[in-house]
C-alpha cells in the first residue's frame, strides 16, 4: 500500500497493521452470513429485519474508491469520469428505489389507510416494483417531477430532488471538463502553428517553405507527438530518472 508521503510499503508487518486499522472491520462485518444468524435466532431468515442487517455488507462498496483512483491515472481519464458519474446515479437510482419499497412494505410511520405510488401495481411482481421504483428515482435525479401520495413519500422526493441536483451539476462539470482538456496536444500544437505562419507569412516566406512548415505541424498533430518542448519536461525530472530514460 502507499503511505502518507506516497512511498509504497512492501513489510508485511505495517500491511497487516494497515488491514487491520481499516479494512479488517469491513471486511469482517460484511462476511458474516446475517442469513443464518437470523435462522438460528428463530427470524426465518427473510423478514425485515434481515433485510436491515444486508446493508451493513454495504460499506465493503469502497473497495470500488480504489478502482477509481486507478482509472485516474488513464488516458482519457475525463471520459471515465463522466461515464463514473453516470454510473453513480444509476446505484444512487438503484439504492433510492430499495429505500422505497422497504418504506412501503415495512414502514409503520404512515397510516395504514393513505395512499402509495404503488397502491397502482396490485399483486404484481417483485420486479414490476423494483422497476417503476428504480424508473420514478432516476427521472427524480434527472430533474423530473414526481407525485408523491403521503407524507413519507413527500420527505423522500425531496431527498432524492437535493441528491439529483448535487449529481446534475457535478454531471455538467465533468463534461465543461472533458470538452475544454480535449485533444490538448493537438490544440497546443495548433496554437504555436498559427504563430508561426503569421511570421512565416510576416517575413514573406515562399509558399513551399511554409508547405514544409504546415506539413511538420500536421505530423507531430496527427500522432500527438510532444514536440521539443514536451521533451523538454524531461529534465524536470530526478537526475537518477533521468539518466536511466536518457
Not at 508485511?12 to 486499522?21: E, V
Not at 397502491?119 to 417483485?126: A, H, K, M, R, Y
Not at 506539413?215 to 537526475?239: M, N, V
Amino acid at each position: 500500500y502507499m503511505d502518507g508521503q506516497g512511498h509504497l510499503v512492501r513489510d508485511s508487518d505495517k500491511i497487516a497493521k494497515n488491514y487491520l486499522r481499516f479494512w479488517f472491520p469491513i471486511d469482517l462485518f460484511a462476511t458474516i452470513p446475517y442469513d443464518l444468524l437470523a435462522r438460528s435466532m428463530g427470524l426465518g431468515g427473510t423478514g425485515p429485519q434481515v433485510t436491515v442487517l444486508q446493508f451493513l455488507k454495504v460499506p465493503r462498496l469502497l473497495r470500488l474508491g480504489r478502482l477509481i483512483r486507478l482509472m485516474d491515472r488513464v488516458k482519457n481519464a475525463n471520459v471515465f469520469k463522466v461515464v463514473n458519474l453516470m454510473a453513480m446515479m444509476m446505484l444512487a437510482a438503484h439504492w433510492l428505489a430499495c429505500v422505497w419499497y422497504l418504506m412501503y412494505k415495512f414502514s409503520s410511520f404512515a397510516p395504514e389507510t393513505e395512499e402509495w405510488a404503488f397502491d397502482t401495481l396490485g399483486n404484481d411482481s417483485i420486479l414490476s416494483f423494483y422497476l417503476i421504483a428504480f424508473y420514478q428515482c432516476f427521472l427524480m435525479l434527472v430533474g423530473n417531477n414526481a407525485h408523491p401520495k403521503n407524507n413519507a413519500e413527500r420527505t423522500l422526493f425531496i431527498m432524492i430532488g437535493v441528491l439529483g441536483t448535487c449529481f446534475y451539476s457535478a454531471v455538467v462539470g465533468q463534461m465543461a471538463v472533458l470538452v475544454a482538456n480535449m485533444n490538448t496536444i493537438g490544440l497546443r500544437h495548433r496554437q504555436k502553428q498559427d504563430s508561426t505562419m503569421d511570421v512565416l507569412r510576416y517575413i514573406g516566406l515562399p509558399d513551399s517553405e511554409k508547405a514544409r512548415v504546415q506539413y511538420y505541424f500536421t505530423y507531430i498533430t496527427q500522432y500527438d507527438h510532444p514536440s521539443a518542448e514536451g521533451l523538454q519536461f524531461l529534465r524536470d525530472l530526478p537526475k537518477a530518472l533521468y539518466s536511466e530514460i536518457a
